[in-house]
T-cell receptor, first 119, second 113 residues
């Protein structure tokens, strides 16, 4: 089956530094990838939609200058948390939609998630 | 806007017990409905789906029926196993929501011997 890999799975950083999280589709191409944030006992909150070769579309309330998203190839999207603060500590999850799949099928492939802890 | 409501967990069951995890939704139009499962240390995986009213999705012994009259998509399994221990997410997608998945909060299931 289709595999999506995130790296790193866990990262601890100091306040004020930047952290990059990678999301790779290992055996398929993905024109569109999604980034979510998950708080304890809460739902996955969609942060942004990442489209290969174009700017990401951010959800309302998500700071695009703080959460930089780059989707430079059909198999890789990156999320960079800039000037991280303790309140950015969370579980970040990416998902990918295989190229050519309909936009309303809802069948996405998810990474394992990356837990960010900002000290 | 779209929303999905799931029963709070954790749900703890003995092996071979019957499982129901309730899910109700609010959406305009005719959404497609999904159950995703997240096993420990892994990413979410699609478990089953239903794309129109009265459809029944099924996989690995799990079933859910799309009930438009009650706006529900409850997940059921007749006999759970320890290996079913995971977090289960109900979700929907429709064009009114910009073709984006809307998730419930997830329900943790623990199955004990």
């Amino acid at each position: 089956g289709a595999v999506v890999s995130q790296h790193p799975s866990r990262v601890i950083c100091k306040s004020g530094t930047s952290v990059k999280i990678e999301c790779r589709s290992l055996d398929f191409q993905a024109t569109t990838m999604f980034w979510y944030r998950q708080f304890p006992k809460q739902s996955l909150m969609l942060m942004a939609t990442s489209n290969e070769g174009s700017k990401a579309t951010y959800e309302q309330g998500v700071e695009k200058d703080k959460f930089l998203i780059n989707h430079a190839s059909l198999t890789l999207s990156t999320l960079t948390v800039t000037s991280a603060h303790p309140e950015d500590s969370s579980f970040y999850i990416c998902s990918a939609r295989p190229s050519g799949q309909g936009t309303n099928t809802g069948e996405l492939f998810f990474g394992e998630g990356s837990r960010l802890t900002v000290l | 806007g779209n929303s999905v409501t799931q029963m709070e967990g954790p749900v703890t069951l003995s092996e071979e017990a019957f499982l129901t995890i309730n899910c109700t939704y609010t959406a305009t139009g005719y959404p497609s409905l999904f159950w995703y499962v997240q096993y420990p240390g892994e990413g979410l995986q699609l478990l089953l789906k239903a794309t129109k009213a009265d459809d029944k999705g099924s996989n690995k012994g799990f079933e859910a029926t799309y009930r438009k009259e009650t706006t529900s998509f409850h997940l059921e399994k007749g006999s759970v196993q320890v290996s079913d221990s995971a977090v289960y997410f109900c979700a929907l997608i429709n064009t009114g929501g910009g073709n984006k998945l809307t998730f419930g909060t997830g329900t943790q299931l623990k199955v004990e011997l």
